[in-house]
């Protein structure tokens, strides 16, 4: 079993700042990606960025230009840095990963901005 915990979540105003983290945990043999989706009230959840094997990245349109994902390997850590935050940013952000080819969750933290 892998475990995500996340953290770093909170209340911000608009065009604000924040930084999430989410470490892995466990059964790790080889993690091929990892990122972070979020899901907005009433709302599928949704990609907003993902550091795939080999180093490549993707990001949601929506977020391109302000948030920025980074990944340590050898620690099996992810961040995101959220900058030039909107309210409709707002949503609960849970960390993913993929080991082996099965694919892990974190508990999600909420992210709220306030316009």
């Known amino acids: 079993q892998v475990q995500l915990v996340e953290s770093g979540g909170g209340l911000v105003q608009a065009g604000g700042s924040l930084r999430l983290s989410c470490a892995a945990s466990g059964s790790i043999f080889s993690v091929n990606a990892m990122g972070w989706y979020r899901q907005a009230p009433g709302k599928q959840r949704e990609l907003v960025a993902l550091?795939?094997?080999?180093?490549?990245?993707n990001y949601a349109d929506s977020v391109k230009g302000r948030f920025t994902i980074s990944r340590d390997n050898a620690k099996n850590t992810v961040d995101l840095q959220m900058n030039s935050l909107k309210p409709e940013d707002t949503a609960v952000y849970f960390c993913y990963a993929q080991v082996l080819f099965t694919n892990y969750w974190g508990q999600g933290t909420q992210v709220t901005v306030s316009s």
């Open positions: 550091s795939a094997g080999g180093g490549s990245t």
